[in-house]
């Protein structure tokens, strides 16, 4: 089955900084790799997603880049906010049914 | 639109007892799938349904079981409590092709 590899397990950013956290998968048949935020107490959310024929995306401060060939994908968070510190999820799929693999997280905390 | 529900958002039980736990989907969604989040297995997949049919399964043992209504509501039962069956419980619904999966917020489970 599919196993997903997500690094750093914490990163420490001072405030308008980038982050950077990088997952790899296992089976080159996922399609489609969402990431979610999780802060604390909360429910994940799904913050950007990018399928398999696409190789970068972007939504204002955040961008996800995947290389199929090397099977990983990563988000890039820049001029960080101290609420973008939570914990960020990577997974991946081959949708329509098939469950969500998840990264074992990074918790990332932006220090003012 | 209303988010995914899930009810109860906390239940403390008992070692041997039983718990069923619910979520209602984002209306027109027709595929909820669930997950365990713990802090030592992260985010895991028990199961997803979809139009009252199981398509897919984690690697949970058989006290896990779930079901899908007509309406789309799915409900998720732990029988005979184990400690370790402490957790969050998501839920996540998505429509179909299956991308962009919602989460609700959970349901804390505490066995004791």
């Known amino acids: 089955g599919e196993n997903v590899e997500q690094h750093p397990s914490t990163l420490s950013v001072q405030e308008g900084d980038s982050a950077v956290i990088k997952c790899t998968y296992s089976d080159s048949a996922s399609n489609y790799f969402p990431w979610y935020k999780q802060e604390l107490g909360k429910r994940p959310q799904l913050i950007i997603d990018i399928r398999s024929n696409v190789g970068e995306k972007k939504d204002q401060r955040i961008a996800v880049t995947l290389n199929k060939t090397a099977k990983h994908f990563s988000l890039h968070i820049t001029e960080t906010q101290p609420e973008d510190s939570a914990v960020y999820f990577c997974a991946a799929t081959k949708a329509a049914g098939n469950k969500l693999t998840f990264g074992g997280g990074t918790r990332v905390l932006v220090k003012p | 639109k209303a988010g995914v529900t899930q009810t109860p958002r906390y239940l403390i039980k008992t070692r041997g007892q039983q718990v069923t736990l619910s979520c209602s989907p984002i209306s027109g969604h027709r595929s909820v799938s669930w997950y365990q989040q713990t802090p030592g297995q992260g985010l895991q997949f028990l199961f997803e349904?979809?139009?009252?049919?199981?398509?897919n399964k984690g690697n949970f043992p058989g006290r896990f079981s779930g079901r899908q209504f007509s309406n789309s509501r799915s409900e998720m039962n732990v029988s005979t409590l184990e400690l370790g069956d402490s957790a969050l419980y998501l839920c996540?619904?998505?429509?179909?092709?299956?991308?962009?999966?919602?989460f609700g917020s959970g349901t804390r489970l505490t066995v004791v």
């Open positions: 996540a619904s998505t429509s179909t092709p299956a991308y962009g999966y919602t």
């Open positions: 349904y979809f139009s009252e049919t199981q398509r």
